[in-house]
């Protein structure tokens, strides 16, 4: 089971984002999908996989597809630490998507081919790890069942 979150400490996740050149464009991208007010509550807490080179990957995404896509770097509700992240087959992403941990022939920590570069960064309700790229394999939301077809 996941070991206990740390004391919640640091700067707020947009302000974290904001303080960082590498991940501005994601923290555009995050303000972009007017996803930033639900961020900053303080009473729910967050995993945060921040891609470093999110203008690649989300600039030419708007609406519903942009906040899926940024939705699919932050697990609600949760504050898994590094060890924690290596300790799992999948993980649930926010928009529902099925992330992967799994180690490279380097034994380096990747979720879903993007790998941890810099790990257990604090915010306020957040732990971040930073990714060296956007997901190589887009996450997958899986189709909601099927209602059973009528008599």
Known sequence: SPSPPPAPSGPSIMSFLDDRRDLRDFARAIRRANLDDELSDTNTQWTVFAPDDA?????????SALQDAVK???????RLSFNDVDSLATIEAWSGAQLEPKRNNKNQLRVNRARIDKRNRNADNAIIHILTRCY??????????????SP
Do not use: A, E, I, N
Request: hydrophobic content about 20%; glycine content about 4%; charged content about 25%.
């Open 136 to 149: 190589q394999d887009t996450p997958v939301v899986p189709p909601s069942p099927s209602p059973p077809p």
């Open 55 to 63: 203008d690649r990957c989300l600039d030419r995404l708007s609406g």
């Open 72 to 78: 699919s770097y932050f697990v609600k509700d949760s």
